[in-house]
Structures are given as C-alpha cells and as structure tokens.
C-alpha cells in the first residue's frame, strides 16, 4: 500500500508495475496536504488540477504500454523560488506576488516531470532564501512535523516540512549557506547539496548568484540518488550515481573536522556525528584551515549579492519587506566593494586548502546544525557558553563549506525521545557519487533513517 511513508522508490515501483495507479497516488496526496498542511504551513500554492492532469497522462503512458519514466507518479513539491507555469514565482516574499505568472517550468521541474514525477504544489521559505528559521511573516512558518511549535529550518523550510510530513516523498530546494542542510537536519531528513553549478538553476529566482545550489530533500538516500540521476543534463557527461549506491563506504577514506567543526554547539550536534564516525569507522581527525574566516567571506559575498540583487525593490518598497531581510539587505548593499573582492579572492585560496586535505581523504564529516530545531520564534540560544543570535548562527557548520560548493548530504540521526538532528557528508567536487553511498551504508546499517512521525 503507498501511502505517507512511501519513498520515491516504492511508489514509482508500484506505478510501474500496475499495483496502483499514478491517479490514485496523487489524490492521496492531495488528501494529505488538504487534511493536515494548515496545520504545517508547508504549501503556498496546491497545483491539484495540474497534477491530476499529469497523473492522468502516466496511467496513459502504463495503460498504452509505454514508459512513464523511472519516477512515474511519484507526488513532489518546490520550494516556490522555482518558476512553475501559471504561478508568480514567489521567492517566499510579497513583493513578487505582483509578479506576473511564469511561462514555463524551470528546468529542474520539467526533468523531474519528464521522469514520469507530478508536482502537487510550491512551498513556503524564507523571504527571499535570507534565511534559516523557516519563519516568513508574510505567509506563516513552516511548522517542523516533529514538533510544530519547532522550527523547520531555513529557508528550504516548506521542503523540508512536507518531506518529513509524509506529504509528498520527494521535494526541491535551494542551499546558498545551507539552506538544504538546516532544514533536513531540523526535519530528520535525507537533503543533498550537489557540487556547484551540476543542477541548472534556470528558472528560479536567484539570492547569490556565486553560492546558489538547488538539489532534492527526502526520507532515503537512494531517494535522493534517483532524483539527482533524473534532474542531471541528459547532454552532459555526469554520470548517473544510483548504480553505485549498493557499494557503500567500502574502502572509502573517511575522517571527522576538528578544529572549527568541533566547537560552538550543543552536545547532541556532536553526539550525532560521534555516532556516524562509529557506524564507518572513521577514527582520523582532520582540520579544516580557516573555517572561521571562510564563514565570514561568505556572509560578505552573500549580504553584498543578496543587496546588489534587491537594489531598486529596496529603493521603492522597502516597508513590503520582512523587517529583517531588508535590513540584512540594505547593509549588503553598502558592503565597499574592496570587502567583497577580498572575500571572493579568500575563496580561491581556501579552495586550494581544502582539496589538499582530499587527496588524503574522501569523505569528511561535520554537524550540519548546531542544536536541534529550537521553538519558532525563539531570538537567542546559548553555545559554548556564549548567548547568541538564533537566526544566523545556525548555519555556523554549512556556510563555510558553502563557499567552495562542495557536494554534501545531510544525514538524519534519530534520537529517542528528542528531535533528530543532521551530519554533514562531505566529499570534494563532482563527488556526488561518495556522499550518496555513504548516505546509503548509514541508512542500510539503520544508524541515519528519516521516518514519518507519528
């Protein structure tokens, strides 16, 4: 039976094989998000008349004996950044709602689509991807479905609330600092960041143009491979990763970041990283050369894109802005551009660094948040001692990877009686490949699992 724990995997499966049909599959998951998403806040917009229409044209293509695609039925959502045709491609703000519809998919929606897969919906985020909470003033909080009075971390919050809800089995987002990584660790999900420019970002709207990513959150890391391998230029020389996943962390060099990575969080955050070194047996420590200031760089290039980007809407309506993006945004637009050069020159070099460190290495492993979802609207948390902002410290572990455009995965540990928290898995470019088979030993050793809650 498919239903709100069924993976990717399973429920394309069932499509394929006749034991349900791509109808009956996306009406249950329009009765899902009817039934409980005003609860979650997960949607912005319901894509039912559409999705159904596409349901219709798989059972077509299965009843006509033809081939649905590897991913047919298989209900996903976007994070409302993407264009969808017919909709105004929010970017989480009010100002774009004025916007006129888009004429088309982006790119990444019509591949997941030619795949045989039916986009239910456009999901809520932070105002214009500034953001880590998952909190929107215009259009409510996405609610984290662990604990609803949780955040669900942003500014993918939306992707992740309708993935860990059992909405949908597969959604898209957006990651520039982490915005991929905070809300899986946040949901107790499987999230990916692929490498820097390896998924088209045409049709979305952008935040930073140097650190933008986009990439897939779901309940299983072989999910997550299925619906890379689908969003991959079927032009391009990327190889599919899927048939790789069975080999697993065998004979992969693995170690922990110390240093930066193994201070400034609370003890579950490296409990769970702890447990993931156990699974693999990774014994080594590596240290991460200026991490500290590679964060910074990357506030600097981020604030003074994200300032550049939103000049004129800053200058003509400024009071339709959340508060805290403008103001985040007008001291992105004064940053001299001496800083920025400096910073973008910074990345060139801390690049080199790190990929000496992968010539000893394959995979690197790091907290992907420091605390566990804290409430929604909670201003202030404490680490290490030290009282600090909430909003943009909780991407201290993914900023400074960010910046170099690493692949990585985030891994949900589970922990009884508490909220589950994310490791980061880290590989150096274009090795998608390593940090989805790790991905997948972990969730096969059952040490990472991404269950729906009760």
């Not at 039916?118 to 953001?131: F, H, K, S, W």
Request: glycine content about 10%; some cysteine; charged content about 15%.
């Amino acid at each position: 039976m498919i239903g709100r724990s069924s993976t990717v995997l399973e429920t394309a499966a069932a499509v394929r094989s006749g034991a349900v049909s791509a109808m009956d599959v996306t009406q249950a998951a329009l009765s899902r998000i009817a039934a409980d998403d005003p609860r979650l806040g997960a949607f912005t917009e319901v894509t039912s008349d559409r999705a159904l229409a596409q349901a219709a044209k798989v059972d077509a293509a299965m009843a006509g004996g033809g081939d649905p695609g590897p991913l047919a039925g298989v209900p996903f959502a976007v994070k409302n950044l993407f264009d969808v045709a017919g909709l105004p491609t929010l970017a989480g703000s009010k100002i774009n709602a004025d916007h006129p519809p888009a004429p088309s998919d982006a790119v990444l929606i019509r591949r997941l689509t030619q795949a045989g897969a039916v986009l239910v919906g456009a999901l809520n985020m932070g105002e214009y991807a500034y953001d880590f909470t998952g909190e929107n003033c215009h259009y409510g909080p996405s609610r984290n479905p662990h604990d609803p009075s949780r955040m669900s971390g942003g500014s993918s919050g939306g992707s992740g609330t309708a993935a860990a809800a059992g909405f949908v089995p597969l959604t898209l987002g957006s990651d520039t600092n982490g915005s991929i990584r905070v809300p899986s660790s946040f949901c107790g999900l499987f999230g990916l960041k692929p490498t820097f420019g390896r998924l088209s970002r045409e049709g979305t709207f952008p935040f930073c143009y140097s650190l933008d990513h986009l990439g897939p959150l779901a309940r299983s890391a072989a999910d997550l491979a299925a619906a890379y391998d689908a969003m991959l230029d079927p032009a391009g020389k990327d190889e599919p990763v899927t048939p790789g996943l069975g080999r697993g962390a065998d004979g992969l060099r693995i170690a922990v970041a110390g240093g930066y990575f193994a201070k400034g969080a609370l003890p579950e955050a490296f409990e769970a990283v702890a447990t993931v070194a156990a699974s693999l047996g990774a014994t080594e420590t590596v240290t991460i050369p200026e991490a500290a200031r590679a964060r910074a760089a990357a506030y600097v290039i981020t604030t003074a894109e994200g300032g550049n980007l939103h000049l004129e809407r800053l200058r003509t309506r400024a009071e339709d802005f959340d508060p805290a993006t403008r103001d985040r945004l007008l001291a992105g637009a004064m940053v001299p551009s001496s800083w920025y050069l400096q910073a973008q020159r910074f990345r060139r070099w801390y690049h080199d660094r790190v990929m000496e460190l992968f010539a000893n290495v394959d995979i690197i492993l790091a907290p992907a948040t420091p605390c566990t979802a804290p409430p929604i609207g909670q201003e202030t948390m404490v680490l290490d001692g030290v009282e600090m902002l909430v909003r943009p410290n909780i991407g201290i572990f993914t900023q400074p990877l960010s910046l170099i455009g690493l692949p990585i995965a985030a891994v949900p540990v589970q922990r009884p009686g508490g909220l589950p928290i994310g490791v980061q898995v880290i590989a150096a470019p274009g090795r998608e490949d390593l940090v989805l088979r790790v991905a997948a030993q972990l969730e096969l050793s059952g040490v990472c699992a991404a269950p729906v809650p009760n």
